[in-house]
């Protein structure tokens, strides 16, 4: 297949090794002489090291070093995007600041007897008041990390109080305020993190294997932190197994093997046990605030405002604090709407928050449209119907959040919705249900999300990889080229983690050129070979990295129309590429192979005058906007009003990534941001103590879902094209996540509102449900 390969289920490339077990993962990997890596860590939420004694730990046989801060500091605190905020010491120095913080590092010859030695390190601790409760840490009452002055680190505000203000006096105003938590979750990847690292003092150059996202800036923030000039350090990212956004972070444990590496000369290998990753791992989420809706009677919403906090955890890490500006960006959701929307960003003794699938854009869109289906009950109204009534009609549209939103039609999507999933029928079959005895509920939801980041001026306001050594701009970059036996390779700088991207970036490739997708090979993760690019995150990859492949894939089939054209002494114009080949338009039977045209093109001296030899190029791609997907969502759930257990029935999406390069990877991309956020509405929840010790550090205690917790999804799209890149894609990787937890609680609290219930915070587990709706009396 060669012609018309892009909208195509076309089958992963990636999936054949996967699936027989066959992939290469980081922990697989063996070196000779490889040494392991253990972490002393701390079981506080905060405490004062007093003393650590390593001397039981290094007397044991096959322990090569221990180290602690004043090993390290020298090398300075872990270095991150946005820093504001507590930076962390790359190992605890003088204070811990949650449980989990590394204190020591063990290195032996194998984890076995790190992990003996580890237990063999004696620090005396003391312990000191831990702060995790959102709201008492916003009270500066104790302070969480003693480098901040405050808690409150920053605030993220936009919008105009006035105009909130004065919706509020408006004659018959409704007026509805929800108070909510979006609770903090532990990104649980099935693989957890793993670095393996090997510094050459030969040549003076590091190479670094890590399950990262970001392998480019991974290698920035290892040049800079060891002072080694940028060729000198090379990261290979293997499989990466679940990424989610937590690994989209330089973490302590990469730059600590490779310092022992450094030290000892030896390869030095750490995999995070399930244990660690809860703790030592990125969380994501962590809100608590107050979503008010001012409207009018017939549901003309006047004005929406948010006031919340935002838990940043310990320390600042890669974009910790600007995860909330994503949210921010989205505020108004697809309403042309006057907003006032603050968010503190609040430091507590707990792990670090970052970026989790959506990152911010979830949150926001769940205090909206929370609020919105709570207006909509007060004023009698029809959800759908509210929603229709206050949608943007025309685009561009600059929202009231000061965001230039790039195209939609959010009625006719919300229409399509509610056709596929026959919305009168379902209400039809809610009220025959409770006559029944039984409480079915349907809950609505649209959102909008800003992903494809790619614009340089996102660099200049808050988001930047200069601190990682990388320049400032969100660029894409990708690189095509056609080797002398025909087949085509690709590489890319990107940090796929499941997405499908030598299986997309093939049919893009393949649409160009006329090269069957089974003969280009996409390669990535490798920052020797691969060209710049700052990784896979934010929904942004085949918007930005993949519009610069497909520009580089026209230079190449307008170079090789050329080369084609002087073979076959016809004209460039006349040329056009199909079947492995390129031919004349109008004569089929005139053709060359692409093996043809390339042993011409690596000759030069068969080739046109002043023609470079070679059939390859390279593209940077920058666009002047992000994008702006969108969707709409139903459930239908069965609510068991005596033991409070929920049952999901059916769930509906209707998303609009722009046009789709493969229609089979977008809906398993859609498919796993469903299954993440209707974990959050009904299962996941990180708890603490008020000392700040998890107790939901285990999948025993965590639970995620399996197949048999959910129901076979019915997904349609719209198509809205966009024309911030070429190839008018926007990126569907988080829009699952961003729909799905308030469409999933807005059921459940349509089908037991008439027993007096207005809101249960998720999770909706059945004690939680259960107290709700006997609490109000029935």
């Known amino acids: 297949m060669t012609a018309n390969v892009i909208g195509k289920a076309i089958r992963r490339k990636e999936d054949p090794a996967l699936i027989q077990g066959k992939g290469l993962y980081t922990d697989d990997m063996k070196m000779a002489g490889m040494l392991h890596a253990a972490f002393v860590r701390s ?128 004659d018959g105003a409704v007026e509805v305020s929800v108070k909510m938590i979006n609770q903090r979750l532990i990104p649980t990847a099935i693989e957890p993190r793993s670095a393996l690292a090997d510094y050459n003092g030969g040549y003076g150059n590091m190479t670094l294997y890590s399950s990262s996202q970001i392998p480019h800036a991974v290698a920035g923030a290892l040049g800079k932190t060891f002072g080694l000039s940028s060729n000198n350090v090379r990261v290979i990212a293997p499989e990466v197994g679940g990424g989610f956004g937590a690994k989209l972070n330089y973490y302590s444990e990469e730059a600590l093997v490779t310092f022992a590496s450094r030290e000892l000369g030896s390869p030095v ?84 928050t970052d970026a989790y699938r959506g990152a911010g854009r979830p949150e926001a869109i769940f205090y909206l449209e929370r609020a919105i289906d709570a207006f909509a009950r007060e004023i009698g109204m029809d959800p759908a119907d509210v929603r229709k009534r206050n949608f943007f009609e025309e685009f561009p549209a600059t929202t009231a959040a000061g965001m230039l939103m790039d195209s939609g039609d959010y009625g006719a999507n919300l229409d399509k919705l509610l056709e596929l999933a026959d919305y009168q029928g379902l209400r039809r079959k809610q009220e025959e249900a409770r006559a029944e005895g039984r409480t079915i509920g349907i809950g609505l939801s649209t959102y909008v999300e800003v992903c494809g980041f790619g614009p ?137 192979t692409w093996a043809e045209i390339a042993e011409v093109a690596y000759q030069p001296h068969r080739l046109p005058d002043g023609m470079e030899g070679g059939m390859e190029a390279n593209a940077v791609f920058s666009p002047a906007n992000a994008t702006w997907p969108f969707g709409s969502h139903l459930a239908v759930v069965d609510v068991d009003t005596t033991t409070g257990d929920v049952t999901l029935l059916e769930y509906f999406a209707m998303d609009d990534c722009g046009n789709v390069i493969n229609p089979m990877i977008v809906d398993g991309q859609v498919h796993g941001g469903l299954a993440q956020g209707i974990s959050q509405a009904l299962f996941e929840h990180a708890i603490f103590d008020e000392d700040g010790n998890l107790l939901t550090g285990s999948l025993l205690d965590y639970p995620i879902p399996t197949a048999g917790d959910l129901p076979s999804f019915t997904l349609d799209r719209t198509t809205t094209p966009t024309d911030v890149n070429p190839m008018g894609v926007k990126g569907i990787g988080e829009a699952g996540t961003i729909g799905s937890a308030q469409t999933v609680l807005n059921a459940v609290i349509d089908a037991v509102a008439h027993l007096g219930v207005t809101h249960i915070d998720m999770p909706l587990r059945p004690k939680r449900v259960w107290q709700a709706i006997h609490g109000n009396g029935a």
């Open 43 to 170: 079981p506080f939420g905060k405490a004062r090291i007093l003393g650590i004694d390593a001397s039981r730990a290094t007397e044991l046989e096959g322990v090569h070093a221990v180290y602690t801060a004043e090993d390290v500091r020298q090398l300075g605190p872990l270095l991150a995007q946005v820093a504001i905020g507590a930076l962390r010491p790359l190992l605890a120095d003088g204070t811990v600041n949650h449980v989990g913080e590394a204190v020591a590092m063990v290195v032996a010859t194998d984890r076995y007897v790190a992990q003996d030695a580890v237990d063999a390190v004696d620090v005396d601790y003391e312990p000191l008041e831990a702060v995790v409760d959102l709201e008492d840490a916003a009270s500066d009452r104790t302070i969480a990390n003693d480098t901040n002055a405050s808690n409150v680190i920053h605030v993220w505000e936009v919008g105009d109080a006035d105009a909130v203000a004065a919706a509020r006096a408006t």
């Open 269 to 352: 290998k750490w995999t995070e046990t399930r244990r660690e990753a809860s703790v030592a791992t990125i969380h994501g989420r962590g809100w608590v605030g107050t979503a008010t809706i001012v409207g009018t009677g017939e549901g003309k919403i006047l004005a929406y405002e948010l006031d919340a906090l935002s838990d940043m955890g310990a320390y600042t890490q890669n974009f910790t604090v600007a995860i909330p500006l994503l949210g921010q960006y989205v505020a108004p959701g697809q309403y042309d709407i006057p907003i006032h929307w603050k968010v503190q960003c609040v430091a507590t003794n707990a792990p670090t």
């Open 456 to 592: 340089s001026a996102l660099a200049e306001g808050g988001f930047s990889w200069a601190s990682y050594g990388l320049p400032a701009a969100f660029n894409g970059s990708g690189l095509v080229r056609v080797n002398p036996d025909g087949t085509a390779t690709v590489m890319i700088g990107t940090g796929p983690s499941g997405q499908g991207h030598e299986t997309t970036w093939a049919q893009i490739v393949s649409e160009a050129l006329g090269i069957a997708v089974e003969d280009i090979q996409v390669r990535h993760g490798d920052t020797r070979d691969s060209p710049m690019g700052i990784g896979t995150f934010g929904s942004r990859s085949l918007a930005v990295d993949g519009s610069a492949t497909s520009q580089a894939a026209e230079k190449v089939r307008e170079k090789a129309a050329r080369v084609a054209a002087h073979m076959m002494e016809a004209s460039p114009d006349d040329i056009e590429f199909a079947d492995g080949g390129a031919h004349v338009t109008g004569s089929p039977d005139k053709t060359v």
